[in-house]
């Protein structure tokens, strides 16, 4: 008979065992709790990023704040089991008033089942005992890996014993009686809890009647009020954009996002009559887990988008703490037509042109003069803002301090907001270079929202510019977990490899990206760059010159410029850059900088960066990353840039 596998992890000395619960070290048990494990588990396979203390409670202690203080005994306690009590500790990092990190060595090891086994501790510390709470009577599985048992224990393994029988003989005359019905039982019985959830955009009944911003603007309302929750993921706007088609099959939706299940509705709208048909579908099997429609005034929207909410967490089965249900109750604006403009403003910030960017901020602008307390559309005007001057749309200098006024006002009338945290951190990054309070932010913006994908992949740029590369791509790559087909998160993933080195891995996330879509410039432009570093330069050059065609980015022309110049095609390089600086176009000193530096001009580059300091460009974040820099390191000129921007210079 063959052993199976189980996965465990490697702690040092320790050796921590999911499938029997179990803590050894060397190959002597370590007496801990049920509870004690699980925290354990879940700081070690939650590693990449912070823990905060809220988090835990919720999650562990139900969210009571009677049981804040069984939180630091409860590390406590994990320390000294892993022999971890001397500050500085060694393996569970304390982030003051934040929460916790898991910072020890860990690696994955499969390890036979019947090793495990022989060396499974004989006894569970009792964790009513120390904290008072009672916990459920051990499963099956549980019950199979305590070797010596009270006697009210065996009683228990005894019953559980006969009711196994009984349901083995049930399920026998059911299979011989009726086998179909037989498959039936096994496969709701496999079926599962929903963990993951995308709501597609709404659809009109006929293709006649289409308002994209409604159809949008109803998922992405959902996506807000549900997104927060801690027991199922739930996608982003940006991940879900693309299913619009009147034909799109759900079901095959949601496989390709690779969730649990997937909200289809359509919407249709007769002069001030809403009508909205919602089914919340199981993706393993198709069945239909809630489906209802509404018939409003439009004015009642919002009350159908609340209806709708409270319906889903019904239908899922999800147990809400009082953070999610004040989420989900929240409304964050009583006007309809602030409503619609913010919608609208949403839908153009997510196509990331030039054109659709500045559209989209003239739309948010209007919805925050409709409602001047609508704390979600400051926040989109924050990122927005951002966007533009990040792709020199509009001058950094003007709209600078408009990003991160619009993140604070947003704060104000909402500090729970993880999109404005996250907005105000990419601001401190980008334009204040306070590698500090930025981060904080994008912490903070982390634990209000935990699948907030935007963030983790603005907070990986902030590491990655900061030489914290495996951070930065572990923040990456959680970031596509949550929003596997959103395209910018993608395509992000591949800058972040590019800043990492990680060429290889760069060419295949970009290729991924121009997969999804063909038309994402950015995808070519960080494709184009790793082509280059590996010495492809006639591959570079063709991205350069197709992301050119599809937007007139300056990053564009600049690593056009620059790979020119790096294939030995100067005087195309020089062509360029002279082209560049006749013309009105806005073309910033940082991307002077990197054709200079292509044509072997270092001191005029180190002046075109120095400019760019002056300017307080926010590309200089990534000075020390940026592999197209290299020839310039040595120089103390810029080395001082590099301390100036706030980083070492190690």
């Known amino acids: 008979m063959s052993v199976t596998g189980a996965k465990t992890y490697l702690l040092g000395e320790h050796l921590l065992s999911p499938e029997t619960y179990s803590l050894l070290r060397g190959s002597a048990p370590v007496p801990i709790s049920r509870k004690r494990f699980d925290v354990l588990l ?3 396979e939650e590693r990449h990023r912070v823990i905060t203390r809220q988090e835990l409670v919720e999650r562990f202690w139900e969210g009571h704040e009677v049981y804040e203080e069984n939180v630091t005994k409860c590390i406590s306690e994990l320390r000294k089991a892993l022999d971890d009590q001397q500050k500085p500790y060694r393996l569970i990092e304390t982030l003051p008033t934040v929460g916790y990190r898991y910072i020890g060595p860990v690696e994955d090891q499969q390890i036979p089942a019947e090793t495990i086994a022989k060396e499974m501790p004989d006894e569970v510390e009792n964790e009513a005992a120390v904290t008072g709470i009672v916990e459920p009577v051990p499963t099956m599985v549980e019950a199979a890996v305590v070797v010596r048992r009270s006697p009210w224990q065996q009683s228990v393994r005894l019953i559980a014993a006969i009711s196994l029988l009984v349901i083995v003989v049930v399920a026998s005359s059911v299979a011989i009686g009726n086998p179909d019905r037989f498959r039936s039982l096994v496969s709701a019985d496999a079926t599962g809890p929903v963990r993951s959830l995308a709501i597609l955009p709404f659809k009109p009944v006929s293709e006649q009647n289409r308002d994209e911003f409604l159809e949008l603007g109803m998922a992405d309302t959902l996506i807000t009020k549900l997104g927060n929750l801690r027991q199922v993921i739930v996608l982003s706007t940006a991940a879900v954009r693309k299913y619009t088609s009147l034909t799109q099959d759900p079901v095959a939706a949601g496989r390709e996002l690779k969730v649990d299940s997937v909200l289809d509705g359509t919407v249709q709208r007769l002069d001030q009559r809403i009508r909205v048909t919602v089914r919340l ?20 929207i919002f009350s159908v988008q609340d209806s709708i909410s409270r319906r889903v967490v019904g239908a899922l089965a999800v147990r809400l703490s009082t953070p999610e249900k004040e989420q989900i109750a929240k409304r964050y604006t009583d006007s309809g037509e602030a409503y619609q403009l913010y919608q609208k403003g949403r839908y153009f910030w997510n196509k990331r042109t030039a054109e659709s960017l500045v559209k989209g901020i003239d739309f948010l602008e209007q919805a925050v003069k409709k409602d001047p307390k609508y704390a979600l559309a400051y926040a989109g005007l924050a990122d927005s803002y951002i966007a533009a001057t990040n792709f020199n749309v509009l001058p950094p200098t003007e709209f600078r301090p408009k990003a991160k006024q619009a993140a604070l006002i947003a704060l104000k009338i909402d500090n729970t907001l993880a999109e404005a945290h996250a907005a105000l951190a990419f601001s401190k990054l980008l334009f204040d270079w306070n590698w500090r309070d930025s981060e904080l932010d994008f912490r ?6 935990p699948n907030y994908g935007q963030a983790r992949q603005w907070y990986a740029v902030s590491l990655v510019s900061a030489g914290r590369f495996e951070e930065a791509m572990a923040e990456a790559e959680k970031a596509q977990q949550l929003e596997p087909l959103s395209l910018p998160i993608n395509a992000g993933m591949g800058w972040v490899s590019f800043l990492s080195r990680n060429y290889d891995r760069t060419i295949k996330e970009c290729t991924k990206t121009i997969e999804m879509d063909a038309s994402f410039g950015p995808a070519y432009v960080y494709r184009g760059l790793a082509y280059e570093q590996m010495g492809m330069f006639d591959k570079a050059i063709a991205d350069f010159e197709t992301a050119g065609k599809l937007q007139e980015w300056p990053s564009v022309f600049a690593a056009l410029g620059h790979a020119y110049a790096a294939s030995g ?7 360029l850059l002279s082209e560049l600086e006749k013309s009105k176009r806005f073309f910033p000193p940082y991307h002077h900088a990197l054709i200079a530096v292509g044509l072997g001009h270092y001191d005029d580059a180190i002046r075109a960066l120095e400019q760019a300091h002056q300017e307080r460009y926010p590309w200089l974040i990534h000075l020390n990353a940026e592999p197209r820099l290299d020839p310039l390191r040595s120089d103390p000129r810029f080395k001082n840039l590099v301390r100036q921007v706030g980083l070492s210079t190690n």
């Open 444 to 449: 903070k913006s982390i634990e209000l929202s």
């Open 42 to 44: 879940y700081l070690v």
């Open 281 to 300: 579908i199981k993706i393993q099997d198709g069945s239909s887990l809630w489906a209802e429609t509404f018939d409003e005034d439009f004015t009642d």
């Open 569 to 575: 095609q100067k005087e195309k390089a020089r062509n």
